[in-house]
């Protein structure tokens, strides 16, 4: 076979769906019209722990053009995307929980009826303690959710794996360290919108953008009180999610509601700061940790205790408090390990997954603890990474089966391309280099609720026009699950991408699956289409054989042809030989699933959770420039090598890689997601002009180097891209920081007050024990003033 | 999306039918990208909006003499590209190219600059945000949350224009029902946050005036923001140095923004007189450092904003007296 054709797997492809966007054709779920549609708005509470006396929705009820109000008590079954832990309702039953959540619904025949509408609700409330630090949460006998079991408390996982207290105190070197990563939030451009429609014979169809149709699907049915089957969900295109849109929200329950009440289609868009409300970002996590190791450097212990802030609701606060300690087990060996972690309600909005899902914050801690113990080893920092590194294969300490891993050639190649052996040391005070290195899973190897089914299935169908049909579950939110599978399908059948046609994300009209999260659309998702794919293209293949009379094998589709591999001169569109498959087998339709292995990790409880098919490896190597009289930090330019396993589409991967390094740089230095306990714990500042998103001048200069250590478990060998090149971005700017002007930032993000209250720090120590612990590049250039 | 009031708008195409409309009650538009966004915070519900935008006479920038006249109504993309403005004003030219973004600068106007309303983190917040603190002297409420007990609003003066232009002794023409009239920009601004300027109502400001400099002069406007666009200032200070043909200080203007609504004059010691920039440097951000105390009306800590007012106008001093003296005849 020849080298890949530009339109198949490893190639450069135009993303589908990209021209409509970038000349402003795709319909996003706002650009939504139906006849006679109403706009709903949410009343929100200026509390943040209140107890609702009563709602008196008659001011606005009498308002020309309102068509209904709803409250909690319309709605009252309680939902949650983790079913152990469905903690809240879709407006407030009897408590508020944080400034922002909703009370109420209008509908209205415009926005500004609705808004007005929403101004004469008149709720009555009665003011509660609130509490805003989740240390003070878990002693109080406040108790924040009215649903939780255990006070503030919302889940505890404590794990140990060998002995961890004898390996520590056998330790060469023990890091000891404490950490804290202050939450941020997903900012996706596209804020949540949803639009829903009754018809006559009573289907409910929910246009929303959201990452994850069918979680969506259940919880409206079982809020709404309805058979599945009479709701449709579909997502529109959408314009970012980031984890901010995977889970239900409240809009979603309010305009089907509504809709069902008022029998016209309703929709509701978030503003800005709903957006920030709705949250489910970061976690605030304080972390510490104490890191044993040997003479060589090589890690003995590791021994964590994380307290996670989980603002009022659960979300997937479950997954998070085990994922904090369960994903840090590779790229590294550990001689034994033990974390625990607890996360506690409080009263702000809630955390959940933003891109990293629960493991950049350890991987924070993680990479500068090794830095930390680099230093006191006297190893350059890769040098210790290499030595650490997880074989392919290995087993974890926590039992996680690793199958490929191209850390090695990921840290090669940063070193290489960042030029980190000749420069290292030789830069200037004030400039610095940074490393580290992560890991992430494709997939988890358990679905949200527990079931046999696939995770993922498509349906592929081939005409005789020459074109094929993908209809898949999988959510397109941006990073190009659509382009994907039509890659996949091009391969396996010779069609160019133009000639495959992509229906997604239609609980109609598309099989089940379960979503874009946890990076797992590429691996689940591709292999059930390659199955399907396969599958098409034998039946095409044999009857061509039988046509011309030769083994199937030498039948080759490619070029939109089948071509004779023994004689290429012998050669027929792919027309035609659809045209005999047809003739042949009928319809050509092939179903493809696909569902995880399930002997991949331990056996304890919690052992399944952050196991996964397979896990992408990443090395990112920063360059920052540090202004030691105003404490800015300029990041200069991050080098990010991911091992993807395979790269079905180049650009895509790139694209990954750099938008996921430029999350991470921006929640390095800039980005705060906050609420302010001494006004009532209102929000910090939710507007994108009060929360800092980067500019285009203020983004580093990034070296995307895709690494490929094909996984057996991945279509192609195909592991994640979305997430995994976020982690350890974050610490490699910390690193570089230190590198820089000798200060260790332990705190996020490195705003310019914190580097210059370190830097002040250090000075004064320095005063008392002058040039004790300087770093060489610090003496240097002390002897050069 | 945050709606904004329902309005009326009206977009004269005269001074005088605008002079007459703003006279009666209209709030102007002068580009609108500091007023559409507090409508979109129900800030002010005005019922008659005035757009100043089909005023072509006030888009021109001239040289008159020894004056350079700018009109109230160019853009603060052309004043930064202007080689009138950029010869002789370098930070004017400095100042309104680092407003917000590009896209910002090609709408915003030079009069709505100066105009721009004071802001504070409690106030350019949604009405939800704002009844969750209950309001303040600014808004819907009796309190500062910024100065508990104050009784004066402390919002902060915004505008990058402004203390540039006090800086270079600019006086504004006011054009109202009883005629026009010329006031000194540095007596325009109050210390009350409500209503920071003494525009009457009425009156639209149509033009700037910027006196020529007389020899070689040394200017530059220093801006701190988290990022290298579209943020306001939260620290600013307008720096003028006359010198003599040795290139020694003979006048020194330092004008700093963002502490209260008022411009705060930083009065230099006599001692600079004579010297070179460079031996002036810390002398002069010393005093601008004694001079101001950021409040905690706009984002980052107050104290690391004065530390920065010392260290920038310092570095910018540094940076003069190791550049010729642009400008000057």
Known sequence: ?785 | MLRMPRFALESPETLDDAVALAARGARLVAGGTDLLPNLKHHLERPERLVSLHRLAALRAIALDGDTLRVGCGATLTEIAADPRVRADFPSLAEAAGAVAGPQIRNRATLGGNLHLDTRCRYVNQTELWRSAIGGCLKSEGTVCHVVPKGQNCVAALSSDTVPVLIALDATLVLAGPSGRREVELAKYFTADGLAHTLRQPGEIATEVRVPRPRGPRACAYVKWRPRASIDFPLVSVALRFDLDDERRVTLARVVAGVLGSKPREVEVPATVAGKRLGEVAALVADAAYAKCKPLANVPYDPAYRRHLVRVLTRRAIERLATEPAPGGP
Not at chain 1, 297 to 312: C, F, H, P, W
Not at chain 1, 501 to 510: E, G, I, K
């Open chain 1, 1 to 785: 076979m020849s080298a890949p054709k530009k339109d198949h797997v490893g190639g450069w492809h135009k993303k589908l769906g990209a021209m409509d966007r970038m000349r402003g054709l795709a319909k996003y779920t706002d650009d939504l019209e139906l006849p006679g549609m109403l706009h709903a708005k949410i009343v929100r509470s200026p509390h943040a722990h209140a107890r609702i006396v009563s709602i008196d929705a008659s001011e606005a009820l009498a308002l020309d053009g309102v068509a209904a109000v709803i409250t909690g008590r319309d709605m009252p079954i309680p939902y949650g995307i983790i079913p152990w832990t469905q903690d809240e309702n879709a407006l407030a039953l009897d408590k508020v929980l944080y400034v922002g959540d909703g009370v109420a619904a209008v509908a209205a025949i415009d926005e500004d009826t609705a808004n007005e509408a929403v101004r004469r609700v008149k709720v009555e409330y009665e003011v509660l303690p609130a509490i805003f630090d989740p240390e003070e949460a878990l002693r109080s006998d406040v108790k924040i959710n009215p649903y939780s079991r255990k006070g503030n408390l919302t889940k505890e996982v404590e794990l140990e794996f060998g002995d961890v207290d004898g390996a520590l105190a056998g330790s060469a070197l023990v890091i000891e360290g404490e950490y804290f990563f202050e939450g941020t939030t997903h900012a996706a451009i596209e804020p949540h919108c949803a639009l829903a429609k009754v018809d006559p014979d009573g289907l409910v169809t929910v246009w929303s953008a959201t990452q994850v149709p069918h979680y969506l699907h259940r919880e409206l049915a079982r809020v709404l009180e309805l058979p599945a089957r009479r709701i449709r969900v579909i997502q529109p295109p959408l314009g970012g999610a980031f984890g901010g849109k995977s889970e239900p929200f409240d809009l979603e329950f309010c305009v089907a509601k509504l809709a069902m009440i008022t029998n016209r289609p309703v929709k509701l868009l978030y503003t800005r700061e709903e957006v920030f409300y709705s949250h489910r970002g970061r976690h605030p996590m304080r972390m510490r940790y104490r890191t044993g190791f040997d003479a060589d450097g090589r890690i003995t212990a590791v021994e964590s205790q994380t307290t996670l802030d989980g603002g009022a609701y659960s979300s997937f606060g479950l997954v998070t408090t085990y994922y904090s300690g369960q994903l840090l087990t590779a790229p590294y060996g550990f001689g034994t390990y033990r974390f625990h972690s607890r996360r506690a309600y409080t009263n702000k909005p809630a955390c959940g997954p933003k891109r990293g899902h629960g493991s950049v914050q350890p991987r924070f801690a993680m990479e500068i603890q090794l830095d930390k113990a680099a230093e006191a080893l006297g190893v350059d920092p890769i040098e210790l990474r290499r030595r650490n590194a997880i074989a392919a294969d290995d087993l974890t300490i926590n039992e996680l089966r690793i199958g490929s891993t191209g850390f090695l050639a990921c840290l090669d190649a940063v070193e290489r391309a960042s030029g980190w052996k000749e420069r290292r040391g030789q830069l200037p005070y004030g400039r610095g280099l940074g490393v580290a290195g992560s890991t992430y899973i494709s997939g988890t190897n358990y679905p949200i609720y527990p079931n046999e089914m696939p995770q993922s299935a498509v349906q592929v169908t081939l005409d005789r026009s020459g074109r094929a049909r993908i209809f898949s579950g999988a959510s397109d939110i941006g990073q190009g699950s659509d382009t994907m599978v039509a890659v996949i399908v091009g391969e396996e059948l010779g069609l160019p991408l133009e000639d495959v046609r992509v229906l997604s994300a239609d609980t109609d009209l598309c099989p089940v699956d379960l979503g874009a999260y946890s990076s797992r659309i590429t691996l689940m998702v591709g292999n059930a289409c390659l199955n399907a794919a396969q599958e098409l293209r034998r039946k095409v293949q044999g009857s061509v054989a039988k046509r011309w009379g030769v083994e199937k094998s030498r039948v080759v589709l490619a070029d939109r042809q089948a071509i004779d591999r023994e004689d290429p001169s012998r050669a027929v569109p792919i027309t035609q030989a659809i045209e005999w498959a047809e003739s042949e087998h009928g319809l050509l339709a092939a179903a493809g699933s696909y569902n995880t292995p399930k002997d991949r990790h331990g056996s304890y409880r919690g052992g399944t959770i952050g196991a996964s098919p397979a896990y992408s490896m990443t090395a990112h190597l920063a360059e920052v420039e540090v202004d030691d009289e105003t404490g800015e930090v300029r990041v200069i330019a991050i080098w990010c090598a991911h091992d993807c396993g395979r790269a079905i589409s180049r650009g895509l991967v790139e694209g990954q890689i750099e938008g996921s390094t430029y999350m991470g740089a921006a929640e390095a230095v800039l980005e705060v997601h906050a609420v302010d306990p001494a006004h009532g714990g209102v929000h910090a500042g939710p507007s994108l002009l009060d929360y800092r998103l980067p500019t285009a001048l203020d983004t580093p200069a990034i070296h995307a180097l895709i690494v490929e250590a094909p996984d057996a478990q991945g279509p192609y060998g195909a592991k994640e891209a979305g997430e995994g090149p976020l982690h350890s971005s974050i610490p490699a700017i910390a690193n570089a920081i230190y590198d820089a002007v000798g200060v260790r930032l332990d705190e996020l993000p490195f705003t310019p007050e914190r580097v210059l209250a370190a830097l002040e720090e250090k000075r004064k120590r320095e005063r008392q024990s002058p040039r004790e612990k300087l770093p060489l590049v610090a003496q240097a250039a002390e002897a050069e003033e």
